[in-house]
């Protein structure tokens, strides 16, 4: 059985976003209607013209363009879950794709995509990975991709998107390895609970969240992270982390500095050009 087949009984549960964020179908989505763009209220000295300050993009644009482009470069999509938010004025979609040159995994990868009306945040796609046996999300900036809603946004979409999911591959292997780091890094409590709160202090956590990740470390809901590795308490930050996608993105990249630096790893080393920008007219900018 090759893995595609295999992965198709090995669905993550998408259906974990919580928060602001309902899941709804994907009718639901493609209904919500796209805003006017909005023009600058003085004109181009050059030419007179109001300039466009802001270009929405369809949420219904960019699911067909992150499909077209999955398909594409030959992935298979395993599953996928639309979340909305603001009355359909935000969407964060999830989806669990595969591809014949990946080998079996005990985790699933999961493409983030999110997209606002509202000028909240830039649309943008990123990638992140859920073990099958508890599906706990956790992004990565291993492909963190985003463009700001201004006039070239439609032109530039294409190109934004296969940038990202052409780092799949290197993603994968980074991954697999910092997974493999942290096994092997064994923690006594007493360095958890130091571990908890610097990773509460640089916003990887709530505070009031901070027990609960010491109860799943004390006492996981899944036997398989009862090791006393990085790796479980990796997982008793995911399983709490568990019904708030809108934050999740920016709490997993804070956890993986934590125990990145903890464990000695650095995604660096194993990932050639990881992505972490946001496009700007035609420009790639680090952020």
């Given amino acids: 059985m090759n893995n595609i087949q295999n992965n198709e009984t090995k669905k993550n549960n998408?259906?974990?976003?919580?928060?602001?964020?309902?899941?709804?179908?994907?009718?639901?989505?493609?209904?919500?209607?796209?805003?006017?763009?909005?023009?600058?209220?003085?004109?181009?000295k050059r030419t007179g013209?109001?300039?466009?300050?802001?270009?929405?993009?369809?949420?219904?644009?960019?699911?067909?363009?992150?499909?077209?482009?999955?398909?594409?470069?030959?992935?298979?999509?395993?599953?996928?879950?639309?979340?909305l938010a603001r009355d359909g004025q935000r969407y964060f979609g999830l989806f669990q794709v595969d591809h014949e040159s990946r080998v079996g995994s005990d985790?699933?990868?999961?493409?983030?995509?999110?997209?606002?009306?509202?000028?909240?945040?830039?649309?943008?796609?990123?990638?992140?990975?859920?073990?099958?046996?508890?599906?706990?999300?956790?992004f990565t900036n291993t492909i963190k991709l985003a463009r700001r809603h201004t006039?070239?946004?439609?032109?530039?979409?294409d190109f934004t998107?296969?940038?990202?999911?052409?780092?799949?591959?290197?993603?994968?292997?980074?991954?697999?390895?910092?997974?493999?780091a942290y096994k092997q890094f064994d923690l006594t409590n007493s360095q958890v609970h130091d571990i908890v709160i610097r990773a509460?202090?640089?916003?990887?956590?709530?505070?009031?969240?901070?027990?609960?990740?010491?109860?799943?470390?004390?006492s996981s809901d899944h036997p398989e992270f009862w090791d006393r590795n990085a790796n479980s308490l990796y997982n008793a930050f995911t399983e709490v982390y568990k019904g708030n996608l809108s934050v999740l993105p920016n709490r997993s990249e804070a956890l993986h500095a934590v125990?990145?630096?903890?464990?000695?790893?650095?995604?660096h080393s194993h990932v050639e050009n990881t992505l972490d920008m946001e496009?700007?007219?035609?420009?790639?900018?680090?952020?």
């Fill in 14 to 44: 998408l259906r974990i976003c919580g928060g602001e964020h309902s899941v709804v179908s994907l009718s639901d989505v493609y209904q919500v209607a796209q805003p006017p763009r909005t023009f600058r209220e003085k004109p181009n």
């Fill in 259 to 267: 125990l990145d630096s903890e464990v000695n790893f650095d995604i």
């Fill in 161 to 180: 998107i296969s940038r990202a999911l052409g780092k799949l591959f290197g993603f994968w292997h980074g991954q697999d390895q910092r997974i493999n």
């Fill in 279 to 287: 496009v700007f007219e035609n420009e790639l900018v680090e952020v």
């Fill in 200 to 218: 509460c202090k640089a916003g990887a956590l709530p505070k009031s969240k901070i027990i609960d990740v010491v109860d799943q470390w004390e």
């Fill in 49 to 83: 013209e109001l300039s466009v300050s802001h270009q929405p993009i369809s949420h219904k644009a960019i699911i067909r363009k992150t499909r077209s482009s999955l398909e594409g470069a030959g992935f298979s999509i395993v599953d996928e879950c639309h979340n």
């Fill in 107 to 138: 985790r699933g990868t999961i493409i983030g995509l999110r997209n606002a009306h509202d000028k909240s945040f830039p649309a943008g796609i990123c990638a992140g990975d859920a073990p099958f046996v508890c599906d706990n999300l956790i």
């Fill in 151 to 157: 006039r070239n946004i439609l032109q530039d979409l």
